[in-house]
């Protein structure tokens, strides 16, 4: 590659999350996808990848709060666009998460597969950060008008240092959630006769059930090579990692399908503690 094009996927991944406009940020995502699968970008060099960014890129807006301090959704008027402004929210953050783990972990010895997944779940999440955006702005709206979430970046930053924590919070609990949520969001939409907004919310669970997938079946590879059991290696590292117990109701069928069994999750259920 020449001029200031990445040379690698690692410094790809750094230029995504260090971005700090969001359609930038989805566009370097898309530009990273397209460079990789056409294969003209190494995996990393160490003389030339930048440091993964301790934090993502951010605009002046939207102001991040503490989660206690962020307001109930619903899917009224004024409940939608503060929904649809949470999710977009959690999709910036799913773009920097994909590649974050591509960038932070681009020289451990892992198959080209593990990364062509990573970077397709990247890949996706800017399409459904621009999905959301642009639903916002049709409801006369934007990105940026509300508050949001400040905790979502503290899971990466509590799983930076390894590879099997990072597979077993970001998917396996985080986007796993977004298989519960998600449908009842859905029915909600169709009942307000918002069909625009329950296209969007469709594509997205479609694509969630394929990241906890991903999740799941890389987190089985690193456990096998580290001679680990899967289920109780799971839940030590979500006791550790993530803070507080897992909330049902579950999906389990979602959840089933995507390859997390219940026996990983349920142990951790707050109607366990």
């Known amino acids: 590659m020449t001029g200031d094009k990445p040379q690698t996927l690692a410094a790809a991944a750094a230029g995504v999350v260090s971005a700090r406009d969001p359609l930038k940020k989805a566009r370097l995502a898309d530009e990273a996808a397209e460079a990789w699968f056409s294969r003209r970008l190494a995996r990393h060099r160490a003389s030339v990848d930048p440091a993964m960014p301790d934090e993502p890129g951010r605009p002046d807006q939207p102001e991040l709060r503490a989660p206690r301090d962020m307001p109930r959704r619903s899917f009224g008027d004024k409940g939608r666009i503060a929904l649809l402004h ?38 996706e999440e800017a399409y459904h950060y621009r999905l959301v955006a642009g639903r916002l702005e049709a409801l006369g709206s934007f990105y940026g008008a509300l508050p949001a979430h400040a905790g979502l970046w503290q899971a ?78 799971f839940q030590e590292l979500v006791r550790r990692h993530f803070r507080g117990a897992l909330k049902p109701p579950f999906n389990d069928r979602a959840r089933s399908e995507a390859g997390l069994t219940p026996g990983f999750y349920r142990p951790l259920s707050s109607q366990n503690s």
Request: aromatic share 8%.
């Open 156 to 233: 990466a930053q509590e799983t930076g240092h390894a590879l099997l924590a990072r597979v077993a919070v970001i998917p396996l609990v985080f986007e796993a959630r977004g298989l519960d949520i998600t449908p009842a969001l859905i029915d909600s939409a169709v009942k307000a006769g918002d069909e625009e907004t329950a296209a969007v919310l469709r594509i997205i669970y479609r694509d969630e059930k394929g990241h906890v997938a991903c999740g799941a079946k890389w987190f089985r590879f690193l456990c096998d090579r580290e001679g680990a059991i899967p289920e109780p290696t």
């Open 86 to 123: 949470a999710i977009a929210h959690i999709e910036l953050n799913a773009i920097d998460l994909a590649f974050d783990i591509v960038g932070r972990f681009a020289a451990e010895p892992m198959p080209r597969s593990f990364y062509d997944d990573w970077v397709q779940v990247g890949r």
